[in-house]
C-alpha cells in the first residue's frame, strides 16, 4: 500500500521570499511523483513530475521539487514566491505496478502575502 | 480545446434524491476517474474506468455508480443522496500508463440537505 503525507496544512509567507512545501511518501514499490496545483475554484493542474532520471525536476512557473529515494521525500521549493502562487499544493504519487492509482496528499494551502 | 468538462458545476438535494454528475473529455483519454475532495483529506478516488463499457470500484465507491457508455463520457450517479455525500467532484482523465498525468475538470459542488 501506498501512502503521501504532507507535513504543512497552511504554509503562510510573504511576496518575495522563499518558500519549501514538505512530501513524504511510503511504499513496498517504486513509485512516479506528481505536484499537482489547485487554484480557488478551479480543478487540479499538474505542476511538475518525476519519472526517471535527474532527481530535481522544475517547472515553467519557477517552482522545483528534489526526489529522495533514500529519505523518500519529494519536497518543492521556490526561491522567490508571488501573490498568484496562493493556491493548494497537492503531492501525489502513482505507483509503477499500477496503471490508475494516483495517491494523494492532504494538500498544503499556500498564503503569499504581500 | 475543452479538456475535461463537468456538468453541473452546482447543485443542492435534498436527502434521498437522485442526480447524474457528468463528464465529457476530449482528448481521446482511455482512462477516466472521478474523486470526491473533502477538506483536510485531499482526493479520494470513487471509481474509474479504463476503457469504454468497463468501470471499476476505487477506495470509496459506497453509494455511487457509474457508467462508461461512450469513451469521451463517464457519469457518475448517486441513487439516494445522503448528507455524507456533500462535497466537492473531479472527473479527470489521462492516457494508459502509470507515468501519465491526469487532466481534471473544475469540479462540482455538491451540498446534500
Known amino acids: 500500500a501506498q501512502s503521501v503525507t504532507q507535513l504543512d496544512s497552511q504554509v503562510p509567507v510573504f511576496e518575495e521570499a522563499p518558500v519549501e512545501l514538505r512530501c513524504n511518501y511510503s511504499?513496498?514499490?517504486?513509485?512516479?511523483l506528481f505536484w499537482y496545483v489547485q487554484y480557488p475554484n478551479q480543478g487540479l493542474q499538474l505542476l511538475l513530475k518525476y519519472l526517471s532520471g535527474s532527481t530535481l525536476v522544475e517547472s515553467i512557473n519557477g517552482f522545483e521539487a528534489e526526489f529522495n529515494k533514500s529519505q523518500t521525500s519529494f519536497h518543492l521549493r521556490k526561491p522567490s514566491v508571488h501573490i498568484s502562487d496562493t493556491a493548494e499544493y497537492f503531492c501525489?504519487?502513482?505507483?509503477?505496478?499500477?496503471?490508475?492509482?494516483?495517491?494523494f496528499g492532504s494538500g498544503t494551502r499556500l498564503l503569499v502575502r504581500p | 480545446n475543452a479538456g475535461v468538462t463537468q456538468t453541473p458545476k452546482f447543485r443542492v438535494l435534498k436527502t434521498g434524491q437522485s442526480m447524474t454528475l457528468l463528464c465529457a473529455q476530449d482528448m481521446n483519454h482511455e482512462y477516466m476517474y472521478w474523486y470526491r475532495q473533502d477538506p483536510g483529506m485531499g482526493l479520494r478516488l470513487i471509481h474509474y474506468?479504463?476503457?469504454?463499457?468497463?468501470?471499476a470500484k476505487g477506495e470509496v465507491p459506497d453509494g455511487y455508480n457509474v457508467s462508461r457508455l461512450k469513451k469521451q463520457n463517464f457519469l457518475l450517479g448517486l441513487e439516494s443522496a445522503a448528507p455524507s455525500q456533500t462535497s466537492v467532484y473531479f472527473c479527470a482523465s489521462s492516457y494508459v500508463g502509470s507515468n501519465q498525468p491526469q487532466h481534471f475538470g473544475d469540479g462540482t459542488r455538491l451540498s446534500i440537505l
Open positions: 474506468s479504463v476503457g469504454e463499457g468497463t468501470t
Open positions: 501525489a504519487v502513482c505507483p509503477m505496478d499500477s496503471s490508475y492509482k494516483l495517491i
Open positions: 511504499s513496498s514499490v517504486s513509485v512516479y
